[in-house]
Each structure stands twice: as structure tokens, then as C-alpha cells.
């Protein structure tokens, strides 16, 4: 499955959130030889904003995020790097 692909997967579920910004970033180069990533599996960044998080520790922002891609994971993304916010 190619790297688009996956994104456009991310950012469909993540848009339930209403982010005021979302970026998802293909690391799946830099770990290139990774156990996970020999079946093709891929690794992503989301730096994302959201209302949603007001009031969460980043623990609570990262379930929120987890929840909503959880069936994607360990395939076609074997690793997800969350950096959540709040609004300011």
C-alpha cells in the first residue's frame, strides 16, 4: 500500500477531531530494516491541534488519537508518533 495512501487513511479518521491542523509526516525510511516494517508496514508522525484536547493530559490526547486509528495499526502503520495540542 503506497505511503499516500495510508495518509489519506490517517487524516480521514483524525478529521473527526475537527484539528485546526493536521500534519502527517512518512517516516517509514528511517527504519527501513525495523522488525515491523519487513511486511511493508509503514511509520508516521501526527503533529495535530484540536479543541477536543482542551483539559486532556497528553496521555488522554494521545487515546483519543489512538482510538480512532487503532484498527489501522500494526498494518498498513506499525508505529505512530503523536504530538497532540490544544488550541491556544
Do not use: C
Not at 4 to 17: S, V, Y
Amino acid at each position: 500500500m503506497p505511503a499516500e495512501q495510508r495518509i489519506q487513511m490517517l487524516t480521514e479518521r483524525l478529521r473527526a477531531l475537527n484539528p485546526t491542523h493536521l500534519e502527517i509526516i512518512d517516516e517509514s525510511h528511517m527504519h527501513i530494516g525495523h522488525e515491523g516494517a519487513k511486511d511493508g508496514a509503514g511509520h508516521f508522525r501526527v503533529i495535530i491541534a484540536s479543541e477536543q484536547f482542551k483539559g486532556l493530559a497528553p496521555l488522554g490526547r494521545h487515546r483519543l488519537v489512538y482510538e480512532l486509528v487503532d484498527d489501522l495499526i500494526p498494518y498498513p502503520i506499525h508505529a505512530l508518533a503523536i504530538q497532540a495540542k490544544p488550541n491556544p
